[in-house]
Nanobody
């Protein structure tokens, strides 16, 4: 079993910045592809960002390109989401997810094997 714990959520004003963290258990973190998803009330969970095993390749939803940055520190078993220029429409519960097989297919919920409990991000106007 892989356990994922998100942190860093909270309230930020529009235009501000926030950094989310996701700490993973396990000795094989470096072989997992990782992703961030978000879910707003009444909406489906949607892809935000993904990152390859080594961190060498990253992928973003069009809605966050140029504003958000995903990164990872394999020595710390942690993946990050740096959120800049936050907008009210970014308000959601943010979840990290692990693809333990490192498939490189980042965009779909069904590609991930383990999920964290989520952290709330609220962007005020």
């Amino acid at each position: 079993q892989v356990q994922l714990v998100e942190s860093g959520g909270g309230l930020v004003q529009a235009g501000g910045s926030l950094r989310l963290s996701c700490a993973a258990s396990g000795r094989t973190f470096s072989i997992y592809a990782m992703g961030w998803f978000r879910q707003a009330p009444g909406k489906e969970r949607e892809f935000v960002a993904g990152i390859s095993r080594s961190g060498g390749s990253t992928y973003y939803a069009d809605s966050v390109k140029g504003r958000f940055t995903i990164s990872r520190d394999n020595a710390k078993n942690t993946v990050y989401l740096q959120m800049n220029s936050a907008k009210p429409e970014d308000t959601a519960v943010y979840y990290c997810a692990a693809d333990i097989y490192g498939s490189g297919r980042y965009y779909g919920v069904q590609q991930y094997d383990y999920w964290g409990q989520g952290t709330q991000v609220t962007v005020s106007s």
